[in-house]
């Protein structure tokens, strides 16, 4: 069974920093894509990060991009999300995701970040 499980939320002021950790199992990732998406409260899910499993490459929203880091440890088969200097408009739900060419087949269960000003 695949699982992805992500961790590291919390409340955390403006300005402040967190770490996201999505622990994945089941099955071997490698090629394929792992990703951040987050949803707030009524707006829809949008992309934060990604990176590709086997290279490495990354891809951030422009919202993020040098504020936030993506990474990944293949032995632990754990994604990370470093986020720095957060704002009030990064709290959402985050979630971590699988996929391949732009589909993502598997979903973690997200993960509550809240940013007070």
């Known amino acids: 069974q695949v699982q992805l499980v992500a ?3 919390g409340l955390v002021q403006a300005g402040g920093s967190l770490r996201l950790s999505c622990a994945t199992s089941g099955r071997s990732f490698s090629g394929w ?3 951040w998406f ?5 707006k829809e ?3 934060v990060a990604a990176i590709h ?3 490495g490459h990354t891809y951030y929203a422009a919202s ?3 504020r936030f ?3 990944r440890d293949n032995a632990k088969n754990t994604v990370y999300l470093q986020m720095n200097s957060l704002k009030p408009e990064d709290t959402a739900v985050y979630f971590c995701a699988a996929g391949v060419e732009g589909s993502y087949n ?3 269960q997200g993960t509550q970040v809240t940013v007070s000003s």
């Open 69 to 71: 880091t993506i990474s």
């Open 53 to 55: 499993w086997t290279v």
């Open 38 to 42: 987050r949803q707030a409260p009524g």
């Open 45 to 47: 899910r949008e992309f």
């Open 7 to 9: 961790s590291g939320g």
């Open 33 to 35: 894509t792992l990703a």
């Open 106 to 108: 598997y979903w973690g």
């Open 64 to 66: 993020v991009k040098g």
